[in-house]
């Protein structure tokens, strides 16, 4: 199973962007799939996470109100819409997917399957 993310950019604060990340090599569906960024030197942390089937969404604090997640028209895909960015989303961003939901969806450790990330860079 391969993840493969795309969308980072540069952008202005207040801007918008959108992160897009497809997964191959799996007919089933994702029980879980979510998004993680990290920035320089820090730990990578939680920031959307939806749930297969009913499609359940849980976000961090930090973006709850100006990021949404969904999944896409084909079978395990999950995007990101970013809105009102500040300079503190400045990241790379991994999505990230489990076979199975888990009420841990916030720990990076429970993911089984990683995109290689993708960097947004919100700066004037």
């Known amino acids: 199973v391969q993840l493969q993310a795309s969308g980072g950019g540069l952008v202005q604060p207040g801007g918008s962007l959108r992160l897009s990340c497809a997964a191959s090599?799996?007919?089933?569906?994702?029980?879980?799939m979510g998004w993680f960024r990290q920035a320089p030197g820090k730990d990578r942390e939680f920031v959307a996470a939806i749930r297969g089937g009913d499609r359940n969404t849980r976000y961090a604090d930090a973006v709850n109100g100006r990021f949404t997640i969904s999944r896409g028209i084909a079978e395990n895909t999950v995007n990101l819409q970013m809105n009102s960015l500040k300079p503190e989303d400045t990241a790379v961003y991994y999505c990230?997917?489990?076979?199975?939901?888990?009420?841990?969806?916030?720990?990076?450790?429970?993911?089984?399957?990683w995109g290689q990330g993708t960097l947004v860079t919100v700066s004037s």
């Open positions: 090599g799996r007919t089933s569906r994702f029980g879980a």
């Open positions: 990230a997917a489990r076979g199975v939901w888990n009420v841990q969806y916030y720990r990076h450790s429970v993911y089984d399957y």
